[in-house]
């Protein structure tokens, strides 16, 4: 089955950039990038943005503008360029399936300070 690996989280100020990496350990379709807050771990992962197969986006609404999801077929990862960064953006960010059907990774921290 394949296996998840996200990278490139991270401390920013309010304003900043980070951009994730999400590296499968085989081939990939249409995938997501999800967050939990670490405020609310009882919530599910929400899903921010999601990538198809042919490079079709969409994203949450609290979100648009700001993040940019891409990928890169040829190594089987997806990433997600986050900008102007909020402090309501901290969470753990996740990427899987837009049907939450792969083993979840660890996760990478996203911590933005006001």
């Known amino acids: 089955q394949v296996q998840l690996v996200e990278s490139g989280g991270g401390l920013v100020q309010a304003g900043g950039s980070l951009r994730l990496s999400c590296a499968a350990s085989?081939?990939?379709?249409?995938m997501a990038w999800y967050r939990q807050a670490p405020s609310n771990q009882r919530a599910s992962r929400a899903s921010v943005a999601i990538i198809s197969s042919g490079g079709t986006t969409t994203y949450a609404t609290s979100v648009k503008g700001r993040f940019t999801i891409s990928r890169d077929n040829t190594k089987n990862t997806v990433y997600l360029q986050m900008n102007n960064l909020k402090p309501e953006d901290t969470a753990v960010y996740y990427c899987n399936t837009p049907f939450r059907s792969l083993p979840w990774g660890q996760g990478t921290q996203v911590t933005v300070s006001s």
């Open positions: 085989g081939s990939i379709n249409a």
